[in-house]
């Protein structure tokens, strides 16, 4: 078997990966937009054969999760190209259309996989686990081929609110692994140990918005789906209510969870300019009673505020977001200044902290770490001796058995 990371050996976003057999057959896992792209173009589509044509050798694309980063460029491929993902995703996927958000699709030929269900690709066996991740149904690989394993860990976290999937993992690990892809995003940041619990956001936000008297308002991203239930239970421990947007409501209800946040729930109401059902709230009830919403925010719903001048100095508006991001909201941010609005980051991280690599590594015992999803592969090394640090198209040739 061979491995090519072909985006990702030295950047976070835009993973792709191709997996060789000995026999010739390929697959693909994730296609990601990188980060930085302006646009989504077919000029960013890795050196891959096959992807814009299928070719009889290239037998499908494995996507990990629903983040633009790992599928996005997935747009432009072949549309009888068989692309491999969770349920979860294809829901995510398809809803995001649905509402026309920019640069969401569907693929033309989707197989879903279910959680530690061997399935086959050609000469490949591949069983997905489902991680923790800010993305809802993120999954790593157990990818087998010619007598060996390889494990891509997708991206992973061990302080959200499926923890215990993580724990339940290194009890229970496939064995033997070969060559671990393992994302590091956090190597790099400021702090990248012992990354806060999600469900300790619940007190933070709760501690900020008891300061106001007023409205508050959420950045958040409607598919970060660990976040609005955090959201969620800290508006409920305040005594307001959780507002939506049509679009967060149905990614909600599309995951068929009922444990979640969902409009039939008396404590949360769809935003609509024009309400006319129970679950339905407009701008006016909410600024007669603004002491009694959380409201996350979303374009339509930010220029709605703007029109009523309903921001002003109780409204309290927290960013909980990737920093990374937050140049994209620098003009909204500049108008809650100038109405003297309170703003606090409250965030964790969706990725795996320093010690979640090392417990991962610690189980799994591969023979060899090679590092993706990376700004700081060469950290890798000061961590796992038996790393190996990979460039942007090498071919790693798997030694045979
Ligand atoms: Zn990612
Ligand atoms: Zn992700």
Redesign the pocket.
């Known amino acids: 078997m061979k491995i090519s990371i072909k985006r990702g050996t030295k950047e976070i976003g835009g993973s792709a990966v191709e997996i060789i057999s000995d026999n010739g057959q390929r697959i693909v896992v994730d296609l990601g937009l990188p980060l930085d792209a302006a646009v989504n173009s077919p000029d960013l589509l890795p050196d891959i054969t096959g992807l814009t044509q299928k070719t009889g050798d290239l037998l499908g694309l494995l996507i990990s999760?629903a983040?633009q980063?790992?599928y996005g460029l997935g747009i432009h491929i072949d549309k009888s190209i068989p692309v491999y993902m969770s349920k979860e995703s294809y829901n995510i996927m398809k809803i995001a259309h649905e509402h026309k958000l920019p640069n969401a699709f569907v693929f033309e030929k989707t197989v879903c996989f279910d959680n530690k269900n061997t399935f086959q690709i050609g000469d490949f066996n591949i069983t997905p686990y489902l991680f923790d991740?800010?993305?809802y149904g993120?999954y790593g690989f157990l990818i087998e081929a010619d007598g060996q394993r390889v494990f891509y860990s997708g991206?992973f976290r061990a302080h959200g609110r499926k923890r215990k999937l993580f724990y339940k993992f290194l009890q229970n690990h496939p064995q033997n692994i070969d060559v671990l892809l393992m994302e590091g995003s956090c190597l790099g940041r400021e702090s990248s140990e012992h990354y806060e619990y999600e469900q300790d956001l619940e007190v933070t936000f709760c501690n900020f918005w008891k300061e106001s008297s007023g409205l508050v308002l959420v950045q958040a991203s409607a598919q970060n789906i660990d976040r609005i239930v955090t959201i969620y239970r800290a508006a409920k421990k305040c005594r307001r209510r959780l507002v939506l947007s049509g679009y967060a409501g149905h990614i909600l209800w599309g995951t068929k969870n009922p444990n979640l946040p969902n409009f039939t729930w008396s404590d949360v109401k769809k935003f609509s300019t024009k309400p006319q059902k129970s679950h339905e709230i407009g701008i006016d009830d909410i600024l007669e009673n603004p002491q009694k919403f959380v409201i996350l925010l979303d374009y339509h719903i930010r220029q709605e505020l703007k029109k009523h001048n309903a921001v002003n100095e109780t409204t309290a508006y927290a960013y909980s977001m990737w920093s990374g991001y937050k140049e994209k909201y620098q003009k909204w941010l500049n108008f809650l200044a100038t109405k003297n609005a309170k703003v606090q980051d409250i965030h964790t991280s969706?990725h795996a902290d320093i010690p979640a690599l090392k417990k991962i590594v610690a189980s799994l015992k591969p023979k060899i770490v090679v590092p993706i999803h990376t700004f700081c592969p060469q950290e890798f090394k000061q961590m796992f001796n038996n790393t190996i640090c990979l460039n942007d198209g090498d071919i790693f040739e798997l030694s045979s058995k």
Do not use: E, I, Q, V
Request: hydrophobic fraction near 20%; charged fraction near 20%.
């Open positions: 999760h983040h980063d790992h991740h800010s993305a993120a991206d969706g």
